[in-house]
């Protein structure tokens, strides 16, 4: 069969070397004719156009006659010459439309392989993703752990601070003696004093970390030396005892001038209630007295009247005194407290941040992973390929276009739009645009096209 072919392809070929060898020959004929038929009729429209008789009508019928025969000459002259040019084009076009088959064989081969390969690309990077996402959390999780770790530290030094300045400014002259002592053997190991919680909670909800995996990640959090934080804890509870020690002395005279002040108003009270005794006394021996003893005891009355104003005005100091000393405790109380609280949120501000490098370490090295975890993408071109589940999915489709395009068309151009093309532009938008329909009625399927 093929032999036959080849032997058919190879005598049409000789008969198209014949007929090209005379095609000079054949065009030069029909040049002839041609010049010749229209130099004719060009002489009779002249003539004719002098004025139009029945002998010139007769004549321009008989040119048109002879000149439909010269076409008719002309096209026999050439038809074996454009036959066999068709026959060859018809050949030519033959050969190539013959490749197409196993071209797209191997086009559907290719592509079907790409979608093979996009498919575990999408599955790696999706497993990538949620690689990342969990280690993301789980950092998360671990970096909530050491802020709060970092806040119970930061909690028991307050609190021990807190306990010894209540020692301190509960101390009074009976027992401030003894408190140097009580001081100095005040221990500053952290685990003499507190330990390390057993769990650990915190306020986040979830996705990825399983309970088993969040009870190892606190289980490892737990596990961590924490020496630098209780020698933190010792560094700071011996200088809070060394700062409350220098204060001994300015306490006690404190303590001495609170005193000193109690002592005097007790005896200004005392002295204060003998004048208002005497005072009624003196009341009462003046409604008793003459006229003699009466003066004698309106001049003793002016005189305790002036001592009453005396101790009037020294209760007076002693109360603005008494007010100053009370102010002193009450300012050095606050000042005191501010600075615990501002040292305890330095504490944590700090074991926040470190706990935040510490996590964007671990995020960095995650995402390197997970950048590691996913593959090459293939060489494809990407496309989408609506597939549609109802007729009336062919309504949402034209809405969709006539939304995006349609409403801005020409008449004409919109009269000439079919289903088929309404649908390729709604896949080629989803392309660009990244815009997509959503209804049961259907669906988009990625389609890979092989480079």
């Given at each position: ?182 001081l100095s053997t005040t221990t500053t190991n952290f685990d003499s004093r507190y330990t390390l919680p057993r769990a650990i909670i915190v306020d986040l909800s979830m996705k990825y970390t ?242």
């Open positions: 069969m093929t032999t036959d072919l080849a032997t058919q392809d190879l005598l049409e070929v000789e008969k198209l070397q014949q007929i090209v060898a005379t095609a000079p020959e054949i065009l030069q004929s029909n040049i002839t004719s041609k010049t010749k038929c229209i130099e004719a009729g060009q002489k009779l429209v002249e003539l004719a156009k002098t004025g139009m008789t029945d002998f010139y009508d007769e004549q321009l019928s008989i040119f048109l006659t002879k000149a439909k025969k010269t076409v008719d000459s002309m096209n026999e002259r050439r038809k074996p010459f454009t036959q066999i040019i068709t026959a060859v084009s018809k050949q030519f076009t033959t050969l190539e439309s013959e490749l197409k088959p196993i071209m797209d064989e191997v086009q559907e081969m290719r592509n079907a392989y790409a979608t093979v390969k996009m498919n575990l690309k999408i599955e790696t990077d999706k497993a990538a993703q949620l690689f990342l996402e969990k280690e993301k959390e789980i950092i998360v999780i671990r970096q909530l752990c050491d802020v709060v770790m970092g806040k119970f530290f930061s909690d028991c030094i307050t609190e021990t601070k807190v306990s010894i300045a209540e020692f301190f400014n509960g101390l009074t002259l009976e027992t401030i003696e003894e408190a140097g002592t009580v399983t309970t088993e995996e969040y009870d190892k990640i606190v289980a490892d959090v737990l596990a961590v030396n924490y020496s630098p934080k209780k020698y933190e804890y010792t560094r700071e509870i011996q200088s809070t005892l060394k700062e409350y020690s220098d204060k001994f002395p300015s306490k006690k005279a404190e303590l001495l001038a609170i005193q000193k002040a109690e002592l005097e108003e007790k005896a200004r009270k005392e002295a204060q209630l003998k004048a208002e005794q005497e005072e009624k006394k003196r009341l009462e021996l003046l409604s008793k007295a003459n006229a003699e003893e009466k003066a004698k005891l309106e001049a003793e009355q002016r005189i305790a009247n002036a001592e009453k104003a005396r101790l009037a005005e020294i209760q007076r100091l002693a109360d603005e005194e008494k007010q100053r000393l009370a102010d002193i405790v009450t300012k050095r109380l606050e000042d005191e407290k501010k600075e615990l609280e501002a040292q305890q949120l330095a504490r944590e501000v700090k074991a926040q941040e470190d706990a935040a490098i510490a996590a964007s370490a671990s995020t960095a090295g995650a995402m390197v992973d997970a950048a590691v975890m996913t593959s090459e993408t293939p060489n494809v071109k990407e496309g989408y390929s609506i597939q549609l589940k109802s007729s009336a999915g062919y309504l949402l489709l034209v809405q969709f276009w006539f939304e995006k395009e349609g409403k801005t068309l020409a008449i004409d151009k919109f009269e000439k739009m079919t289903f088929d093309r309404v649908k390729r532009f709604c896949e080629a938008y989803a392309i660009k645009n990244d815009e997509f329909l959503e209804s049961p009625l259907l669906s988009y399927e990625p389609v890979y096209k092989a480079k």
